[in-house]
């Protein structure tokens, strides 16, 4: 199979510039495909499938009368990122991060940015993810975004956009792990002539950045990962994390709050946890405090974490973040607190609930992508180009009915990665999600899960929505 016949169209194409022009950080993949005998790369994208499917790299969609696990489509063709190019994103996720950090710890503490009328207060108090309750909260060392998953997109003139930020309990990091470990056995001549850089070191940046939360003191703290259970969409990842880092899985069922302490239940009595990897949302972690119908959270957790008695990641409140409407403000963010600009752009954002805006988003439905402020996995928007006239009608009437729950953006044309489809490639588009770490310092792991739209001309690349991923390979030089 070659890519003789393979037109990158009128998009930015990831490896190749034009029509059998490879760009020359990927030319030594293409030959090494070109070089495979008929049929072979389609024998080891099926051997990569059934790997994956072996490891049990699964995951569940909410609803779906098909079961509750489906196996994660995987595709063969990699993503290539230059040295270069890697260079500016990590630069520009590194004080992404740093400003957002800065930004939850003020609000939850004096609220300077709403006193010096950079934020309206009424955005912050009306978004889902600010937690009164944590007002006053002091998480260790001043931290409370440790684990973040920044999703990233290109435009057709290869410029990169922050598409959004995913700062409470992000997934995929797993997948990137095992599309990895799989990629090495299907292409292993490719990894010794090309250097990449590595994504195995995530595991330990992980725990030794979970460690850093721990009280003080303390000679060998212990660290559980917390998840929601098994019928929780990233199961897979919650254990597959918990073991690659040699820490215990619990559920609320499991963890008691016991003499001022989180303590988790065991064969052995009662044993004291030290830090918690959250998995769930904020709102179910204490039914005292937040949702008293909650079975999967601690009764009593806030005080013990108030009184910095156990480490959390992320930090409780952290969610204020990740709504699309305060989305909009971080590049003041970034003025506001770093006196520096923004080196990776936000996507530009129409605000609902600003009346000129909604009258513009209003007028060019037909042209705009319209999200919901606190829907993920690609629920709750309009792609109006692909949507009928009744479909923008009815999400008009949403929108005048709750403009502060909205934002709109331009269609973007999304960059694309050749893709193996039955016995052809064919371009389709994809986004990009790295993975940051916040401890004694920020740490960015090279590549990330690139998702991609296996649906024909589907710019929609999440899971839940017939999306599939890609190895991201991050050239050393």
């Not at 495979?36 to 080891?44: A, F, I, T, V």
């Not at 890697?86 to 930004?103: V, Y």
């Not at 684990?147 to 997109?153: E, F, R």
């Not at 292409?187 to 940046?205: A, S, W």
Request: proline letters at 7%.
């Amino acid at each position: 199979m070659r890519f003789d016949s393979y037109d990158p169209g009128d998009f930015y194409d990831e490896l190749f510039a034009g029509k059998g022009k490879p760009r020359p950080e990927a030319t030594p993949l293409i030959e090494r495909i070109h070089s495979l005998s008929e049929g072979e790369l389609k024998r080891r994208q099926q051997a990569a499938q059934i790997a994956l499917f072996k490891q049990g790299v699964t995951f569940s969609v909410y609803g779906d009368s098909e079961g509750t696990e489906r196996i994660f489509p995987f595709d063969i063709i990699p993503r290539i990122v230059a040295a270069g190019e890697w260079a500016k994103l990590e630069a520009g996720l590194k004080q992404r991060i740093f400003a957002l950090n800065l930004f939850i710890a003020d609000i939850y503490g004096e609220q300077k940015i709403i006193k010096d009328g950079i934020i309206p207060a009424e955005l912050i108090h009306s978004a889902k993810g600010f937690l009164p309750p944590c007002m006053g909260l002091k998480p260790p060392a001043g931290i409370w975004c440790h684990i973040t998953g920044t999703d990233l997109v290109r435009d057709r003139d290869g410029q990169w956009y922050v598409l959004e930020d995913n700062l409470r309990c992000p997934s995929g990091v797993s997948y990137v792990l095992e599309n990895r470990r799989v990629m090495k056995t299907t292409f292993p001549q490719v990894f010794r002539t090309m250097e990449i850089e590595p994504v195995h070191k995530y595991p330990g940046h992980l725990l030794e950045t979970l460690l850093n939360l721990a009280p003080k003191n303390l000679a060998d703290p212990t660290v559980a990962v917390l998840t929601p259970g098994i019928y929780n969409s990233a199961y897979f990842e919650h254990s597959f994390l918990a073991q690659q880092m040699g820490v215990e899985l619990v559920e609320g069922r499991d963890l008691v709050v016991a003499d001022g302490y989180l303590q988790m239940r065991t064969t052995k009595g009662l044993q004291r946890v030290d830090v918690l990897y959250r998995r769930i949302d904020d709102d179910f972690i204490d039914p005292k405090v937040f949702r008293p119908n909650s079975l999967i959270g601690i009764p009593g957790f806030m005080e013990v974490y108030g009184a910095g008695r156990v480490g959390i990641a992320n930090a409780l409140g952290t969610g204020v973040a990740d709504d699309k409407v305060i989305y909009a403000y971080v590049p003041q963010m970034i003025h506001y607190y770093l006196s520096e600009d923004p080196i990776l752009p936000n996507v530009p954002t129409y605000l609902c609930w600003e009346p000129k805006q909604l009258e513009y988003v209003l007028g060019n439905l037909d042209k705009l992508v319209v999200k919901a402020a606190n829907e993920s996995g690609g629920y709750g928007m309009l792609v109006g180009p692909h949507a009928s006239q009744e479909e923008r009608e009815e999400f008009a009437q949403r929108i005048q009915a709750n403009p502060r729950n909205y934002i709109a953006q331009p269609t973007l044309c999304l960059s694309r990665v050749p893709t193996l489809v039955d016995d052809h490639f064919e371009g389709c588009h994809v986004d990009l999600r790295p993975y940051i770490l916040y401890g004694k310092e920020i740490y960015v792991n090279p590549g990330g899960l690139t998702r991609v739209a296996l649906k024909k001309g589907s710019l929609v690349v999440n899971s839940s929505q017939g999306g599939g991923s890609k190895d991201t390979w991050v050239l050393t030089h």
